[in-house]
């Protein structure tokens, strides 16, 4: 069956440009969640969404980040003027549930975001 | 702040002997642990997970163990294979978030 999707794979873009990511989670999954890992660093959690909740933005490094869900299905993460600390790979997860299944995350290939 | 650490950016093993993944922790808040496996050009992969409350968690190859005490697991795989090499990350969950270390990549030498 189908896995997480990400697109673009690679995305180059000038400094100052905005940019949109995009997710599609697995079928029927209810939570999904958005990290970046930056060269020689860890994932780094951004975002999480669960259901109809309001999501978890506390890992969103700026307010030139943010993301939307449309219900179950598509996200996208935005990130406005970027910086070139910005540079790194974006990584989309589902999960059939949040909370106490969170090691049943699926990933995405990721989006590997370079700022010039 | 690290909360998870693995102090290890490299590890090489010769196939078929034992490789022994280390991660260290600060937070004992965290309920549970996780291992992750990546290959490159995909996304992480689950592999093995331990509850808090437990000391061992065997799947096959790959085994995990907890000592919180020490704040600290680590993942032995035996025998390795040629297709372990990756990078692996461990990773600890608090409330609904997952908080991942920086991961060690893994060279299985024929």
């Known amino acids: 069956g189908a896995g997480v999707s990400q697109s673009p794979s690679n995305k180059v873009t000038e400094k100052g440009k905005d940019v949109e990511l995009r997710c599609d989670p697995i079928?029927?999954?209810?939570?999904l969640y958005w990290y970046r890992q930056r060269l020689g660093q860890g994932l780094e959690f951004l975002i999480y969404f669960q259901g109809n909740s309001a999501p978890d933005k506390s890992g969103l490094p700026s307010d030139r980040f943010s993301a939307e869900r449309t219900g179950e299905s598509v996200s996208t993460l935005t990130i406005q003027r970027t910086q070139q600390e910005d540079s790194a790979v974006y990584l989309c997860a589902s999960s059939p549930r949040g909370g106490l299944t969170l090691y049943e995350q699926y990933f995405g290939p990721g989006t590997r975001l370079t700022v010039t | 702040d690290q909360q998870v650490k693995q102090n290890s950016p490299s590890l090489s093993v010769q196939e078929g002997r034992i490789s022994i993944l280390n991660c260290d922790y600060t937070n004992s808040m965290f309920d549970y642990f996780l291992w992750y496996k990546k290959y490159p050009a995909e996304g992480p992969t689950f592999l093995i997970s331990?509850?808090?409350?437990?000391d061992k968690n065997e799947d096959g190859r790959f085994t995990v163990f907890l000592n919180k005490s020490a704040k600290h697991l680590s993942l032995h795989i035996v025998p390795s294979q040629p297709g372990d090499s990756a990078v692996y990350f461990c990773a600890a969950r608090i409330d609904d978030k997952i908080i991942f270390g920086k991961g060690t990549r893994l060279h299985i030498l024929p």
């Open positions: 079928s029927g999954h209810t939570a």
């Open positions: 331990i509850s808090s409350i437990k």
